[in-house]
């Protein structure tokens, strides 16, 4: 028969478990929300840059930001996933999204009409592109393990 006390020790260790757990959950989110906020106006910085290698940057890096964001976001309605399979998935849609823009239906073509549906979907197709997504596919994996690896690191207590 297992006494009392060591019933209530199991539920303790228990609850602190679950306790730790939820707040590095937290710690992990708001690291993530601000990865956002760093990499959305870097995104949309690429967009209107005008100095030196402005054609460059303006066309083709943005692709690299973009991936990195959707894989934040991802990550962080679903922060469990392995990064691989985030970045994958983002890559995926990502290049599935370039491929539309050899095609200019009514819809899309309503959609790319704003700034927004623009910079979403794009508006014309370039083979060049594809080298920013897997950048942004290689760094977003490097971001997101650096992210995981957040629950590993133990606050430090100063001693009084």
Request: charged letters at 15%; aromatic letters at 18%; proline letters at 3%.
């Amino acid at each position: 028969m297992i006494s009392t006390w060591k019933v209530e020790a199991k539920i303790k260790v228990e609850k602190m478990a679950i306790s730790s757990s939820s707040s590095m959950l937290s710690k992990i989110r708001k690291f993530t929300l601000l990865s956002i906020f760093i990499i959305t106006p870097l995104g949309f910085y690429s967009k209107f840059y005008s100095g030196k290698g402005n054609i460059w940057i303006n066309n083709h890096l943005g692709g690299t930001f973009y991936v990195i964001f959707w894989c934040l976001i991802v990550f962080l309605i679903f922060p469990g996933t392995k990064p691989l399979i985030i970045a994958g998935w983002v890559l995926a849609v990502t290049v599935l999204l370039e491929f539309l823009q050899l095609f200019h239906p009514k819809f899309l073509e309503f959609f790319r009409g704003s700034f927004i549906g623009k910079t979403l979907l794009g508006t014309s197709f370039n083979w060049i592109d594809f080298i920013f997504y897997f950048i942004g596919f290689g760094i977003a994996i490097m971001w997101l393990n650096r992210l995981n690896n957040l629950k590993y690191i133990k606050k430090h207590k100063p001693h009084a």
